[in-house]
């Protein structure tokens, strides 16, 4: 009754008598309001820029090329490097979004285009929307169990592929929501047309679903690996190496990562490895920036041709 | 269709790009490395997977790093996920080499071994000491006793021990604030058998934790009421910044802890498998390497931890060519007879 009162009451109000024409109150509260966006959207640039100044001056005395291209050192690290690191994250995000790409496009495919909307069906949705949240060094004690232990023979133990596998487990909820949405947001017509055109569910998932959603899923695959790359707790677990004497050259080969790479160099007590961990963290940096143009390039180019 | 098929060509493409980009540029790396070897015996090639303390990784990361230049060929892998985790896998025999930073568990480890097959030699390797430090500014505090540390870090202590005067009544009636390492750590599992007691399976939990000692080193420096204990090394790198307490009346230094004078000094070991030194063609001339006279000191340096006194070092490397297998130490984790060197002697 009150609330029924109330919204009429309103109504009213916007009908005439009530509306106040103070356009320079009006035009100021859309200036205030156009400020604090900025800002809101200033502070995450302003947050990495002091990061990455910070970081850069700490890391200047070791950044060169020689540190890009030796192995770290106890002995002289004046001379290390990262090189079996910056290796063996390069191969954890290539064999990551071998495997992750393809079973999160299935998946949301799955969930979007073929799932009735069954019990079975609402329990898996309901539980890749948790697996989302799940603290990433859950997913390492998972991968030990499987793909470590488990898995061995096939995965060669703690392997760089073990890596991968738990990656991958990792970002395969956030690329299936992201695809997921990227297909929710074609329109019903779309699918309809090409039925009635004859085409078979597949066709259409093929010719006009995938290349209409893939922009969007790219989306979520860049910040998906993003984070992948950038994770050291389960891979801690999963059986990465603090020192290598080779770098990476196969997928069952041991490996090396700059995440550990840098939480060792961080942990030592000499100022020198912390001089060493704020270089790498300029190598994370641009690996990551360079991973994220290439696909956003790729997104691009998705984007105008569909 | 089409488009489609030709997306997922380019991306393909780009990947598979950059793998085999990644793989010439290794085999580049090896190639380089290969041509600076040749020094002295024959290289050997082969694989060594070595798991265990973050403690001790410093010092075997070092040691592989020397043994790669004479030895480009040889692959080896040294993980730092913990004693217990080292020893898990060590029992298991998936790794050959495993670092300790306290001896092998003979209730609970031993057997797992036993079970597997797997004979083990136990060998020192250096020293890690305990700092207890305080701010630079505190000058009331300059030596601790063991009693006045367990009043301070026992579980009964919690919210209850909370100014310095309640532990030494000489000193001021003001707060104190501790820092330590998280119970993680074997830093903290150390100092908790020695100081608290062996029964106490937890000291009080109401104090600044981590597992970086160089965040307690920054707490501690920053805070004129804080009290905290971490690695030796760590205080040694921070000399203008901290104030290292005496234990017992004993300064810690590289020669007390060497001589076992200062309470909280402990040796740190590896382990290696006898079945992986017969098999294996790279575990010998590894360890080998590893424990020569020109190295040991060299590597322990490198690391910063405290070498071994010249005796204790000939009864670490007897042990190993005597190839004797098993553990000196009692269940309570204390060297059978209670002299490390003695007790070594005694096994072979």
């Not at chain 1, 090329?65 to 050192?73: G, Q, V």
């Not at chain 2, 580049?28 to 015996?41: A, L, T, Y």
């Not at chain 2, 301070?152 to 310095?164: D, N, S, V, Y």
């Not at chain 2, 098993?326 to 002299?339: L, Q």
Request: a negative charge; proline letters at 5%; glycine letters at 10%.
């Amino acid at each position: 009754m009150a609330q029924g009162t109330q919204v009429k009451k309103r109504g009213e109000g916007t009908e005439g008598p009530q509306f106040k024409a103070n356009m320079s109150a009006r035009y100021g509260l859309d200036r205030v309001f156009s400020v604090v966006v900025t800002l809101a959207a200033l502070v995450g640039i302003v947050v990495l820029a002091v990061l990455l100044v910070d970081v850069t001056r700490d890391g200047s005395s070791m950044l060169s090329a020689n540190f890009l291209t030796s192995f770290p050192s106890q002995i002289f690290p004046e001379n290390g490097g990262i090189y079996p690191a910056l290796v063996g994250s390069l191969w954890l995000l290539g064999l990551t979004f071998l495997i992750s790409v393809p079973l999160g496009l299935g998946a949301a495919v799955y969930l979007e285009e073929y799932a009735e909307d069954t019990r079975i069906n609402r329990l898996i949705e309901i539980n890749i929307s948790n697996l989302a949240g799940v603290p990433s060094i859950i997913y390492g004690l998972l991968g030990l169990g499987i793909f470590v232990q488990l898995l061995a023979p096939i995965t060669g133990g703690g392997s760089v592929l073990s890596g991968a596998l738990t990656l991958s487990l990792l970002i395969l909820p956030v690329i299936i929501v992201a695809t997921r949405e990227a297909l929710r947001a074609i329109p019903r017509a779309i699918r309809e047309g090409g039925y009635a055109l004859g085409a078979t569910k597949w066709e259409v998932i093929r010719s006009h679903l995938l290349p209409m959603a893939l922009p969007g899923a790219l989306t979520g695959m860049i910040l998906a690996l993003s984070r992948a790359i950038g994770e050291a707790a389960p891979l801690l677990v999963v059986g990465v190496a603090l020192y290598q004497t080779y770098a990476t050259s196969g997928p069952l080969d041991g490996y090396m990562a700059l995440p550990t790479q840098i939480y060792d160099w961080i942990s030592r007590p000499q100022q020198i490895f912390q001089d060493s961990a704020a270089a790498g963290i300029v190598v994370v940096m641009v690996v990551l920036l360079v991973a994220n143009s290439v696909a956003i390039l790729l997104r691009n180019r998705f984007q105008r041709s569909s | 269709m089409s488009r489609i098929l030709r997306a997922r060509l380019v991306v393909g493409v780009a990947l598979v790009l950059a793998l085999s980009l990644v793989v010439a540029a290794c085999g580049g790396g090896g190639g380089g490395g290969g041509s600076q070897g040749g020094g002295g015996s024959e290289p050997v090639s082969g694989e060594i997977a070595i798991e265990g303390s973050s403690t001790v990784q410093p010092i075997t990361q070092a040691a592989a790093e020397l043994f790669r230049e004479q030895n480009p060929k040889a692959r080896i892998s040294v993980g730092g996920a913990g004693t217990s985790d080292g020893f898990e896998a060590f029992c298991q025999g998936d790794t050959q080499i495993s670092d300790a930073s306290r001896p092998i568990d003979v209730a609970e480890e031993v057997p797992v071994c036993e079970e597997n097959g797997v004979e083990f030699i136990e060998i020192p390797v250096a020293f890690d000491g305990i700092s207890v430090v305080v701010n630079e500014q505190n000058d009331f505090a300059s030596d601790v006793t063991s009693e006045q540390l367990k009043t301070l870090w026992e579980p009964a202590a919690e919210g209850e021990i909370t100014r310095w005067s309640q532990v030494n009544p000489q000193w001021p009636d003001e707060e104190i604030s501790l820092y330590g390492p998280g119970t993680e750590s074997g830093t903290y599992e150390f100092f908790n058998e020695t100081i608290v007691g062996n029964e106490e399976e937890v000291n009080r939990t109401d104090y600044e934790a981590s597992e970086d000692d160089n965040v307690l080193v920054q707490g501690v420096a920053g805070d004129q009421n804080a009290l905290g204990y971490f690695g030796f090394s760590y205080y040694e790198n921070n000399l203008g910044k901290l104030k290292a307490l005496s234990l017992d009346g004993v300064k810690p230094s590289a020669e007390t802890i060497r001589s076992g004078e200062y309470g909280l000094s402990r040796p740190i070991f590896i382990y290696v498998s006898t079945k992986a030194l017969k098999n294996n063609d790279a575990v010998k001339p590894f360890v080998d390497f590893y424990l020569s006279e020109q190295n040991l000191d060299r590597l322990v340096e490198a690391a910063k931890y405290v070498t071994l006194p010249g005796s204790l070092a000939d009864e670490s490397r007897a042990q190993y060519q005597d190839r004797t297998t098993g553990t000196v130490f009692t269940e309570a984790g204390e060297p059978k007879g209670g002299d490390l060197e003695a007790a070594l002697k005694q096994a072979q």
